[in-house]
């Protein structure tokens, strides 16, 4: 659906391929979180995505106390 392909677009933005040892090191170095966490972070606090999605209370990708700004 075109909802899905919003979050797919924004998940392969952040996506890394980085080996452990650079992983590390950008944690020591680099101010912005790994794209991971930007990425299920986000979306795990969103009724969008789970809406998109057809995610029920207690999948991976449903936060239990979502974030509401």
């Known amino acids: ?12 933005i952040w996506c890394q391929n980085v ?3 650079e992983s590390r090191r950008r944690a ?3 101010p912005h ?4 966490f930007r990425v299920n972070g986000t979306i795990s606090n969103m009724p ?5 999605f057809s995610c ?11 974030c509401r700004g």
């Not at 969008?48 to 998109?52: G, I, M, P, R, S």
Request: aromatic share 8%.
């Open 56 to 66: 029920k209370a207690g999948d991976p990708m449903v936060r239990a106390n979502a």
């Open 1 to 12: 659906t075109p909802e899905q392909r919003i979050f797919l677009g924004w998940g392969q």
């Open 19 to 21: 080996t452990e040892q």
């Open 48 to 52: 969008e995505f789970q809406k998109a």
């Open 33 to 36: 979180s790994p794209g991971r």
């Open 28 to 30: 020591t170095v680099d």
